[in-house]
């Protein structure tokens, strides 16, 4: 029996009076008199890291979140010391360290506070692992709202919750229900008209209270490993989301038929139904570029395998549905079945890859196979094994993409629904438990999933995407958020979570439209195609035990209007395309809350339904059964109506009309979006003529247009088109401006400008200050003109 309760229990400790300090460079080192040192490195000016080791000794200093090629540097780095502290200062923040109890506050350079420690770090011994459980307490700053932390089914403002990151494979999760199947992390603060971002890196389970237990407090923890966080400085949200997405990475460009509509279901079988609804989709022209087999294509879900009865030649039938423009995608699952016949599991126990318990034997869980063995890709080893299994798939058989589903990984029969936190792992030469490696597991197999696909799809580029994953998983994959349920809260619930998860780092994300769960009425389902074009991942999948879900499945007025939504995303897929190359270049979520847009006007701070996609749409979903419209708030500026050209004023709550076939939808005035025509697949026809809708408004307005082959990398070596347009308007003038850059040569040659919302009557056209005939630039009745792609200068006049 214990009896010495010191021992039993300490409670929380904490660093005591600074009693050394020393700079290297970037990195300064600060020792307490107990042995606490805190480590504080300048990544860039607005980049800071916090890192603290207890008994005088860091961990290994590795992390699967970060980027290896992220952005480091900064303009101006010093420190100055006090009698009572120590300030490290930035060309953006400084940053103050306090001599008597290690705790830190970060300012601007006029001295407002963004982020000050309350307790500070502390930690407490955990005598049952092993280690420490590491803490850190921050002060709520007056009126601070808290945004970010990935796909939590909660309010997009997450100010008095408590939330945690363990990744779980959650069937038909609730609202409010934590955790889901990711765990990022980080989380931007917004108080006093300045945001910050602070992304805790750590794999073991962390949890997060966001003046939840105290409203004066905001608290973050985790069940081992380090207290090790980044600070980013905004002021503006979207560079703190730019910020975080540098440190963590962003995708390279997809293949564009990957921002097409995808059609999935659990599951599409034999090959006569995957023909069939192929087919179906062709017949009722409604465009569709990729269909998705699940696990019933493999022999006894045994993964790498096919049922021959089932799809007796599957490069015959890959091959002939890409003829009719789908791409084929398959998926892949981390439990390989226990079977000496198994050609993957011999492989795997020959070379000794599969997970092992603490006591030597293999890590077994029941999974869709029956009993199963999981491979460790945490062994870089086992990552490339794995990579190399995609072989005959991508370039014998010719399939486009892999998803990743149950990784997180998720384990039947037991109550924890994953993997016995004993299980070891390599964790990069970094041996663990599962503790430390569970959150990560989903991350590293589709690293090795990815790392294969682009290697056989090469010099195509790859798709992928995962259910499971960690902060930095998308440089990897897309993902999608689950198993939702066919209702009208789940609705609500995506929407939320796909702001989320691109204010998180991670834009290339997408739901279940209509519903994995259950079956949703022709109401529901056509309300949530109307969201879901504008998802960066745009696909259906449910399941098959609830009823079919294809569009034309709730009679011809329902499929009428997801026909018009779909063929709406496929004219948009310029616009969305150039979004995609803002996200992969400049770190710039592709979804934005209307926080994010105008985080000064505090009417938009506990908005959750109206986002903007990309930069200059906005757009605000029906949630509710029986309506013709409903109230939504419209941000600063000027927005045309996009259904009938009628102009309002932003900052204002509006009644807005959308009956079943509308959803609200509005163009930033000044703003030139792309539009090519409707397509059954991308790349079904050659594009011959790029619309230009231009947004009339007295001002000035810039827009780009990104273009490339949609495919390959011949972009990374200049082969890209780039137009940004400078748009000026005046009483009755419009001027528009166009710069290029890139040497690809698209297949148009002109364009047709749209004009919406012209205060004027065209009275005469110069281009490159040159006046050319109205007749030649074919001017007719809706104000629309033909000009050369390659113009510099376009100047309207009127009378």
Known sequence: MITNTDLEYKGNLYPNHIVHYIRDKDRFYFTTDNGVILEITVIQDRTIRFRYATEHTFQPDFSYAIDPDARRGYNHLDIAETKTEYIIETSKVQVLVDKKTLRTQISDLDGNIINEDELGFHWEENYEYGGNTVKMGKITQNSESYYGMGDKATHSNLKGKSVSNWVTDQYAYAKDQD??????????????????????????????????ERRSTTSYWADGGEMNYYFFYGPEMYKVVRAYTNLTGAPELPPLWALGYHQSKWSYFPESQVKEIAQKFRDEKIPCDAIY????????????????TKFPDPKRMIGELEKDGFKTVIMIDPGIKIDKEYWVYQEAMENDYFCKRADGPNMKGKVWPGECSFPDFTNPEVREWWAGLYKEFMSELGVHAVWNDMNEPAVMEVPTKTAPLDTRHNYDGHPCSHRKAHNVYGMQMVRATYEGVKKYVYPKRPMVITRAAYAGTQRFSSTWTGDNVATWEHLWISNVQMQRMCMSGYSFVGCDIGGFAEQPNGELFARWIQLGIFHPFCRVHSSGDHGDQEPWSFGTEITDIVRKFIELRYQLLPYLYTMFWRYSKEGRPMLQPIVCFDQADTQTHFRTDEFIFGEQILVCPVQEPNAHGRRMYIPKGNWYNYWNDEMIEGGKEKWVVAGIDKIPMFIKAGAMIPKYPIQQYVGEKEIKELVLDVYYTRGAENSTVYEDA???????????SLRNFKLLGKEKELIIQQFKDGSFITTYQTFKIRLHGLPFKIKSVEVDNEEVELKAIKLNGDNSIEVSKDFTQLHITGA
Request: hydrophobic letters at 35%.
């Open 710 to 720: 949609n495919d390959g990398y011949a972009y990374e070596n200049g082969k890209y």
């Open 179 to 212: 955790p889901l199947y990711k765990a990022i992390p980080f989380y931007i603060g917004l108080h006093g008209g300045q945001a910050y971002g602070i992304f805790f890196d750590n794999s073991f389970k962390t949890h997060f209270d966001f003046a939840h």
């Open 293 to 308: 087999l699940d696990i019933d294509y493999m022999d006894g879900f045994r993964c790498f395998t096919w049922d021959k």
